[in-house]
């Protein structure tokens, strides 16, 4: 659920979205994840001292740097998008973190020696979820398991896709199809959790954030912002709602592709 929330100065951005979050939950994450869910999901996928950790789409990487710090794992991070890396490259230096970061749009994934693979909070922007998936079963050992959040439910319609900004990049799945998509590319799935109540939770205290924000500047409320309060009352409506749940797994790789 990640949009280019950048458009908004960092720093102010930072601060909005720092005050939505409760203590010590907040560490630079572009998406309604927690620190503590963070965290979690990387333990329950076997991320620890000696595992090598892949993170796809790692944006500024504020999860990738908070697992690196926390769980003591080689850790690569890779995105599209050059600034963000730069942004990731500077806070893993200024932490003192031997993170390390490549520019590259994805799929293909890069190779190399693998335990876990993270996707957090952006297989929604991947319309074609069976590439993405078939890559990262290629990419992984037999054993080896990728921890990834996804938003469930039916397509978007034309209605909601005229109301949601950057729809192109909203593709949620129904949970058959991806349970059939994880089957047929030799993923079994060790461990999953609904995170719809937490998360919509959060998404409702970001909303307040952004709108108190937009109630101070009154008629010069940036067009940005505008539209992040837009998609933000969406996605609270839709997962109070249940028109789509958020759900996390963990899953293995247990065969060839």
Not at 117 to 127: K, S
Request: glycine share 8%; net charge neutral; charged share 25%.
């Amino acid at each position: 659920m990640r949009t280019d929330e950048r458009a908004l100065p960092d720093e102010a951005l930072w601060l909005m979205r720092a005050s939505a979050f409760a203590a010590g939950e907040f560490v630079g994450q572009e998406s309604f994840m927690t620190a503590g869910e963070i965290l979690a999901l990387a333990r329950r996928a076997g991320v620890g001292p000696g595992a090598s950790v892949l993170d796809v789409c790692c944006g500024v990487a504020g999860p990738g740097l908070l697992i690196t710090r926390e769980l003591g794992c080689t850790y690569l991070g890779v995105d599209a998008n050059p600034a963000s890396v730069a942004v990731a490259r500077d806070r893993a230096r200024a932490a003192g973190l031997a993170a390390r970061f490549v520019v590259a749009r994805i799929p293909p994934l890069p190779r190399g020696r693998l335990d876990v693979v993270l996707l957090l909070e952006t297989m929604l922007a991947f319309r074609d979820k069976q590439s993405v998936l078939r890559e990262v079963a290629s990419a992984l050992p037999v054993g080896g398991r990728f921890a990834f959040t996804v938003e469930e439910g039916a397509p978007l319609t034309d209605a909601e896709r005229s109301r949601m900004p950057d729809a192109d990049t909203v593709w949620p799945i129904p949970l058959p199809e991806l349970l059939s998509a994880l089957e047929a590319v030799g993923l079994r799935i060790r461990w999953q959790a609904d995170s719809s109540r937490s998360h919509a939770a959060t998404v409702d205290a970001v909303v307040e954030t952004y709108a108190a924000a937009a109630r101070r500047a009154g008629g010069a409320v940036p067009g940005s912002l505008v539209e992040l309060l837009a998609s933000h009352r969406l996605w609270s409506d839709w997962l109070h709602g249940g028109r789509v749940r958020k759900l996390a797994f963990v899953v293995e790789r247990i065969g060839s592709t």
